[in-house]
């Protein structure tokens, strides 16, 4: 079965620091890969997607960027935080079987809190 | 006009009560839909998929209206565990030839003992 990880779980990290969040999933191979995020009490915000190894799509211009190195591994960067990143981040994984369908599973998701 | 569109709710119902949330989308080429269960502080999780003949998984119930372009999630036996946000997710073609996923903002259900 496939399974997703995210990490850290938690993370507070002061303005103008560096951010680097992983994710990585297991058990499917090719899959389509997602970062949102989700302030509180707010919906999903779609930051970036990946359909394949080194194949970034940015949906939103942030200070944010993304990076897929390896086929199941999709990574969040930031070179400095900022006050306003403070959110939920959450990865996704689908596989497109069709065009017509995308089903996507998230992560555990990660809580920044930019100080 | 948002691309979809939920009640935010939040419904507060007693137990054992019947629910029924709705979401409007408005691409009129929209192809997948879902809903998606998530709790406080948790990632959202996928509750079922919705298709045009409607689907029935227990205590749910969910059904397409493609003529006006609606989805609807309907619980009955509501239980103290259903209390959550329900997002509802649409899967469409777009002018530009790709797919994309529309998460809605959720509507947010109390269950009260």
């Known amino acids: 079965s496939q399974t997703i990880h995210q990490w850290p779980a938690t993370l507070v990290q002061p303005v103008g620091s560096p951010l680097s969040l992983e994710c990585t999933v297991e058990?499917?191979?090719?899959?389509?890969l997602y970062w949102y995020r989700q302030a509180a009490g707010r919906g999903l915000q779609l930051l970036f997607y990946?359909?394949?190894?080194?194949?970034i799509s940015s949906e939103v211009p942030q200070n944010l960027s993304a990076s897929r190195p390896q086929d199941r591994q999709f990574i969040l960067s930031s070179k400095k935080l900022l006050l306003s990143d403070s959110s939920f981040y959450l990865c996704?994984?689908?596989?497109?079987?069709?065009?017509?369908?995308?089903?996507?599973?998230f992560g555990p998701g990660t809580r920044l809190t930019v100080l | 006009r948002k691309e979809v569109e939920q009640d935010p709710g939040p419904f507060n119902v007693p137990e054992g009560a019947t629910v029924a949330f709705n979401c409007t989308y408005s691409?009129?080429?929209?192809?997948?839909f879902f809903w998606y269960r998530q709790d406080c502080r948790k990632e959202p999780k996928l509750l079922m998929s919705?298709?045009?003949s409607g689907n029935e998984d227990g205590r749910f119930t969910a059904q397409l209206n493609r003529a006006s372009q609606y989805i609807s999630l309907l619980i009955r036996d509501s239980k103290l565990s259903d209390s959550a946000t329900y997002l509802c997710?649409?899967?469409?073609?777009?002018?530009?030839?790709?797919?994309?996923?529309?998460f809605g903002a959720g509507t947010r259900l109390f269950v009260k003992a």
């Open positions: 997710v649409v899967n469409g073609r777009y002018s530009t030839g790709g797919f994309k996923t529309i």
């Open positions: 996704a994984w689908s596989v497109t079987e069709s065009l017509r369908t995308d089903t996507q599973y």
């Open positions: 691409n009129s080429a929209s192809q997948s």
């Open positions: 058990g499917t191979s090719n899959p389509n």
């Open positions: 919705v298709y045009s």
């Open positions: 990946s359909v394949g190894i080194g194949q």
